[in-house]
Structure formats: structure tokens, C-alpha cells
T-cell receptor, first 110, second 114 residues
Framework: KNEVEQSPQNLTAQEGEFITINCSYSVGISALHWLQQHPGGGIVSLFMLSSGKKKHGRLIATINIQEKHSSLHITASHPRDSAVYICAGTSGGGADGLTFGKGTHLIIQP | DAGITQSPRHKVTETGTPVTLRCHQT?????MYWYRQDPGHGLRLIHYSYGVKDTDKGEVSDGYSVSRSKTEDFLLTLESATSSQTSVYFC?????????????FGPGTRLLVL
């Protein structure tokens, strides 16, 4: 059974701080997704990683396949980054659905 | 915009009544998914479909059935709703080339079973 563990569960930081959210996953997961959900809002896909590193604006996602670990970093954090960030794993190309971590509730204070 | 809609967006129903949620996509993507999201559990896969009339169970399929008679529609049915099925339900589709798929989610349906 695929498993995904995410930490921390909750994170409060000041505007401008560098944020790191961590995700570890079980054998069998071949790709990692990072998702964002604003309060009361929908779920948006940020990244899909099977190796290396991806960057989009102030967001950076990395994955270490040997250690089965992925991180999501936010540089120069802003209150609008406040949201729940969720990592999710897939196996075999992702056709059989995602296995989710429980999410990290991030609050960026001005 | 991946063109996914869900209906209804909100529903209140009573225990024991049947409920059907609809997910509609406009772009003929092959794979579709139903997830539920609950505090303390996060998101969990209920059922998924890999084509018309082709469906399979996910992690929490008990009490749910699905149907896909057309590429664009994926229906989730609660045959006899229970209070434990109060949740937010998200539909999703797989988009992208093999090995580079991304999932796009619908806006969600809030279901309250009294």
C-alpha cells in the first residue's frame, strides 16, 4: 500500500521568510505531486516530479528518489501564500489515482 | 482551465436516501477520479475510471458506486447515504503525456447527510 507522510502539519511564519514543507513516501511511489488548496477553495496542482527539481515563480520543488523524500520551498513568502499544501504520490504513471499526505496548513503573517 | 464541472455544488440529504453526484469534463480525457476530503484524513480515492464502462475501486469505495457511460461524465452514487459520508467530494482528471501527468480537480461538492 502506498503511503505519504508530510510535515509539518501546521506552519506559521512571517512575511518574507523562506518556507520548507517536507514529504516522505513509500516504496512503490514513482512520482510526487504538490497541490495547493486555499481556504474554502479548490485544489490546484503546483508540480509533478519524478526526479530532480522544478521551479515556478517563488515555488521550488525537489525530489530525492534514493531517500524517497520531496520538499516544497517558498521563497520570499507572502500572506497570499497562506493555504494548505498537500503532497501526493502516484505509481505506474499515475493512472490509478493519488495517495495523499494529510497536508500542511501554512499561515504567512504580514 | 481543464473544463471540469461538478453538480450539485452543495447538497443536504437525509440518511438512507440515494444521492448521485456528477462530474463533467469537456476535453475527452480518459482517466477520471472521485476523491473525498475529510478533516483528519485528508483526501482519499473512492473510485476511478480509465474509460467508458471501465472503472475500479479506490481506498474507500464501500458504500459508493460509479458509472461512466460517456467519456465526459463520471457519476458517483451513494445508494443509501449515511452520516459518515458527509464530506467534500472532488472529481479529477488526468492530463498530460505518459510519465508527465498532472491531475486537475473540479470545484468540489459539499454533501451533508443528516
Amino acid at each position: 500500500k502506498n503511503e505519504v507522510e508530510q510535515s509539518p502539519q501546521n506552519l506559521t511564519a512571517q512575511e518574507g521568510e523562506f518556507i520548507t514543507i517536507n514529504c516522505s513516501y513509500s516504496v512503490g511511489i514513482s512520482a510526487l505531486h504538490w497541490l495547493q488548496q486555499h481556504p474554502g477553495g479548490g485544489i490546484v496542482s503546483l508540480f509533478m516530479l519524478s526526479s530532480g527539481k522544478k521551479k515556478h515563480g517563488r515555488l521550488i520543488a525537489t525530489i530525492n528518489i534514493q531517500e524517497k523524500h520531496s520538499s516544497l520551498h517558498i521563497t520570499a513568502s507572502h500572506p497570499r501564500d497562506s493555504a494548505v499544501y498537500i503532497c501526493a504520490g502516484t505509481s505506474g504513471g499515475g493512472a490509478d489515482g493519488l495517495t495523499f499526505g494529510k497536508g500542511t496548513h501554512l499561515i504567512i503573517q504580514p | 482551465d481543464a473544463g471540469i464541472t461538478q453538480s450539485p455544488r452543495h447538497k443536504v440529504t437525509e440518511t438512507g436516501t440515494p444521492v448521485t453526484l456528477r462530474c463533467h469534463q469537456t476535453e475527452n480525457h480518459r482517466y477520471m477520479y472521485w476523491y473525498r476530503q475529510d478533516p483528519g484524513h485528508g483526501l482519499r480515492l473512492i473510485h476511478y475510471s480509465y474509460g467508458v464502462k471501465d472503472t475500479d475501486k479506490g481506498e474507500v469505495s464501500d458504500g459508493y458506486s460509479v458509472s461512466r457511460s460517456k467519456t465526459e461524465d463520471f457519476l458517483l452514487t451513494l445508494e443509501s447515504a449515511t452520516s459518515s459520508q458527509t464530506s467534500v467530494y472532488f472529481c479529477a482528471i488526468n492530463i498530460g503525456t505518459s510519465g508527465q501527468e498532472t491531475q486537475y480537480f473540479g470545484p468540489g461538492t459539499r454533501l451533508l447527510v443528516l
